[in-house]
């Protein structure tokens, strides 16, 4: 069956800038992950939603970062304000549940110049 | 809170070779993850270990846990040029209440050479 889908793949933008990331999760699973992943850092978790209970937002790096997820499937990460920092490739998993494997998305390649 | 972390981070083998990654996490953990990712790809599953004492194979790949030590093992045989990639181990947080996310290893990038 079809993966975890993300788009787009790769954004460039221009600091100050406000980007939208995409995720759709594999049909039917109910926990939903954000990660990013740089040379730096490796991979940082950023948000976690498990069907319709509050989001856990603890890697949430600044309140530039948000993200919603509507109707328990497709999630979209925001980020106001990029600034170069903020590249990096973001990656979204999903699962049956918490604790379960994790599926990862191909990524979005952003890059803030 | 947890920390997870591999050794060796890079790791060049030759063909044919036996070599162990190993991943050491800080805190109680009922399972462990490992993952392989290749250049510009993203993160394909490999292994969920379940329990102390857990192993599981794959072709040339082994991976096995010990709870009480806190460490898992990444076991590579007969090395070939394919299983060339970094791979990575994760656990579970706990922090604050949250049983979702995984804490990441930074990875161990293996380069097989004939």
């Known amino acids: 069956g079809a993966g975890v889908s993300q788009s787009p793949s790769n954004k460039v933008t221009e600091k100050g800038k406000d980007v939208e990331l995409r995720c759709d999760p594999i049909s039917g699973h109910t926990a939903l992950y954000w990660y990013r992943q740089s040379l730096g850092q490796g991979l940082e978790f950023l948000i976690y939603?498990?069907?319709?209970?509050?989001?856990?937002k603890s890697g949430l790096p600044s309140d530039r970062f948000s993200a919603e997820r509507t109707g328990g499937s497709v999630s979209t990460l925001t980020i106001q304000r990029t600034q170069q920092e903020d590249s990096a490739v973001y990656l979204c998993a999903s699962s049956w549940g918490p604790q379960e494997t994790q599926y990862f998305g191909p990524g979005t390649r952003l890059l803030v110049l | 809170e947890l920390k997870v972390e591999q050794n060796p981070l890079f790791l060049s083998m030759q063909e044919g070779k036996n070599y162990t990654i190993y991943c050491n996490y800080s805190t109680t953990s009922d399972r462990l993850y490992w993952y392989r990712q290749d250049p510009g790809k993203s993160l394909e599953s490999l292994f969920v270990?379940?329990?102390?004492?857990a192993v599981k194979q794959e072709g040339r790949l082994m991976a096995s846990l010990d709870t009480k030590a806190r460490l898992s093992t990444l076991h590579i045989t007969a090395a070939v040029h394919d299983l060339s990639a970094t791979y990575f181990c994760?656990?579970?947080?706990?922090?604050?209440?949250?049983?979702?996310?995984?804490?990441f290893g930074k990875g161990t990038k293996l380069s097989v050479k004939p």
């Open positions: 994760a656990a579970p947080s706990n922090y604050g209440g949250s049983q979702g996310n995984l804490i």
């Open positions: 270990l379940l329990s102390n004492g």
């Open positions: 939603f498990q069907g319709n209970s509050a989001p856990d």
